[in-house]
């Protein structure tokens, strides 16, 4: 079979095309809601999508020479066998320019499908019977509503190795292109997880022995606290910008925990109070 070259791919210059035009509305979450896909870019995020099998649609390169660049290279990347010539197109820089909601774009944008949230119950079966990961680490985002917050904390979680994400109604829309260029591709990496209600999460939690760990001013120290032996991992909860937890979850809550500070500040941004947690939470697994 003849390799295809980058001269070969199908060139998209008209804003008229029915192609672009579709892409264009996906850097709105209207549009995504719309299409039921999403953009991918950047080089790094297109990579962490590439390996973690992300069900990508369509590639898109810069008519330039980064984008015959980028072709070279991940044209030899066995994921993206399964691709086809008639998903891969040519775009000029132009219109390049106008898909990507980014303000410097790097030569490449996937075009992904939406994957509905997992069923809690289901994937936490499915992770203790492989002992694909142990212990677990699942985030629980209450009632977030800023959505560079949401995408900054699946990225944190992402990097202290968390592998489920549970978004609550009132959270911003994972698929928000704002928030997906905050996680930086890590949404690609994580599991999105849905529980039926807080009484489910709260047996389920008891059940697979993940204490829910939630941040509060009236908690224990944070650096006092210690896991258990015989728990499986945690749930970490981190409440709304402005309200904090909400009572339902306070209610089901195994431990409340604070973060000391000894300046004039009153709190923490939420990002910034996962992130302590999160690093405090990961040194306390790996001292056993």
Same mark, same amino acid.
């Given at each position: 079979?003849?390799? &295809? ?29 719309? %299409?039921?896909?999403?953009?991918? *870019?950047?080089? !790094?995020?297109?990579l962490t999508a590439i390996e973690h099998n992300s069900e990508i649609e369509t590639i898109l390169l810069s008519n330039d020479r980064i984008g015959a660049h980028i072709f070279e290279n991940i044209s030899t990347i066995p994921n993206l066998n399964n691709l086809g010539y008639n998903e891969l197109f040519r775009?000029?820089?132009? #219109? ?10 790097? +030569? ?15 994937? #936490?079966?499915?992770? &203790?019977?492989?002992?694909?990961? %142990? ?11 800023? /959505? +560079? ?24 829309? /994972? =698929?928000?292109?704002?928030?997906? !260029? ?28 993940? /204490?829910?760990?939630?941040?509060? #001013? ?5 650096? *006092? ?13 981190? +409440?709304?910008?402005? %309200? ?12 409340? #925990?604070?973060? /000391? ?18 690093? %405090?939470?990961?040194?306390? *697994?790996?001292? =056993?």
């Amino acid at each position: 079979m003849k390799k &295809i070259l980058f001269e070969d791919l199908t060139l998209i210059s008209s804003r008229q095309n029915l192609r672009f035009k579709e892409w264009n509305r996906l850097n709105s979450i209207q549009g995504v809601k719309k %299409h039921g896909k999403f953009l991918v *870019e950047g080089l !790094r995020a297109c990579l962490t999508a590439i390996e973690h099998n992300s069900e990508i649609e369509t590639i898109l390169l810069s008519n330039d020479r980064i984008g015959a660049h980028i072709f070279e290279n991940i044209s030899t990347i066995p994921n993206l066998n399964n691709l086809g010539y008639n998903e891969l197109f040519r775009i000029s820089p132009d #219109l390049f320019n106008s898909v990507a909601d980014a303000k410097n774009p790097q +030569g490449i944008i996937l075009i992904v499908k939406k994957t509905e949230p997992k069923d809690f119950a289901v994937w #936490l079966e499915q992770k &203790i019977k492989s002992s694909e990961q %142990h212990p677990l680490r699942i985030a629980l985002l209450d009632q977030l509503a800023d /959505p +560079g917050n949401v995408g900054t904390i699946i990225r944190t979680a992402d990097a202290f190795n968390f592998s489920g994400i549970i978004l609550s109604e009132g959270t911003a829309d /994972p =698929y928000n292109p704002k928030v997906m !260029r905050s996680t930086m591709g890590s949404l690609l990496a994580l599991d999105l997880l849905k529980s039926e209600s807080y009484l489910e999460l709260s047996d389920l939690a008891k059940q697979y022995k993940l /204490p829910i760990l939630i941040s509060d #001013l009236d908690g224990q120290h944070l650096a *006092e606290y210690k896991r258990k032996q015989n728990e499986s991992g945690f749930i970490l909860v981190i +409440g709304n910008e402005a %309200h904090g937890i909400s009572e339902q979850l306070k209610q089901i809550a195994d431990k409340s #925990l604070t973060i /000391p500070m000894p300046g004039k500040a009153e709190s923490l941004n939420a990002a910034i109070a996962f992130g302590i947690m999160a690093y %405090h939470l990961a040194n306390i *697994e790996r001292n =056993y």
